[in-house]
């Protein structure tokens, strides 16, 4: 029997100190098997060492019924372990770091209260919660053990938890069973408006600063300065410690003026909209010496030779002018950090 194709090797890969420079593939399982994931996996890995990205982050769903139960867990949407674990070799395989990121899935949430979302839980009990979620993460901890992870986000966007003192168990136990770094990803706004205590070793900012005073010709400076603006109510300078978990932006008119909104539906496309953002989202995590960026998103089962920029949903950048803006970005960031070895 023949060996599975081998995929493609990052020229440069990751070692610390150097920034984290990659996309957040987001899956939802379907009906795969074991052939199918692998081969999906090798396209999706092929695609992020071409665009010059040295890291992979796995965003995947879990579920919850409502705002104020007590108890979380995988659905059928969650990818299986083992087919995570297939994703996850290939990725080492390529020399890509990888990073490991349950997040809440809100479609159940939305049902119940259309604007309920992950930053807006209310169990009514929270020592059970917590519970459920400590039972929740254990075997993905250990799959991101055996499975050459380095971070492992163990939380995402949960705002209206996130001042509860039980995380500090969560994260003991997560350590436990995972000796890499352990990460929290907040949502943009929590971020700036208060102090995030949750004992990690690292912040991400899923990063979507409405810009509500310019408008689509705006120039990279324009969006760098709006970004800067928001970036120092929290503080000014280096921030070596934060990651741009999600930086993202559907491809339509009007979306700096809210970027995290996905509408697809009535707004006119603009490609140049979403390859300037891209471009000063870069820019700003530079000059602010962060610990990385991750683009949102790619979906795990898209094909990116068969993208279609005028027809695909508006917050896709496969086959997008973003592309260019993603490589650009990366060749600039990598040369500089390899320069400063």
Known sequence: MSSPPAPAKVADPWQPGDPQLGAQVLWYAGNETDATVRAKALRVVDYMVGK??????????????????????????????????????????????ITLRPLLD??????????????????????????????????YLSLAARHHARTFVIGAELTSLEDDSRWRGIVSAAGKLFPGEISYDANWDDYVSRRISLPVNHLGVDAYFPLKTLGDDASVSAIVAGWQKWLDRKSTGKLPRILLSEVGIPAEDGAYHHPGVWRDAGKPLNLAVQKTWFAAACQVARDRDMAGLYWWNIDFHA????????????SSFLGRPAESAITSCFRAWAASASGDR
Request: charged share 20%; aromatic share 8%.
């Open 303 to 314: 094909d990116p030779a068969a993208a279609d920029p005028r027809t695909d949903v508006h």
């Open 52 to 97: 010059d990205m040295n890291s992979l982050a796995i965003s995947f769903p879990f579920g919850t019924r409502a705002p104020q139960a007590n108890e979380v867990a995988a659905t059928a949407a969650t990818p299986s372990v083992r087919h995570l674990a297939i994703l996850m070799d290939v990725a080492a395989a390529a020399g890509l770091r």
């Open 106 to 139: 809100e479609r159940t949430l939305m049902a119940e209260d259309p604007l309920a979302w992950r930053g807006s839980l209310a169990p009514t009990d929270r020592d059970a919660w917590f519970r459920s979620y400590e039972s929740f993460l254990a075997p």
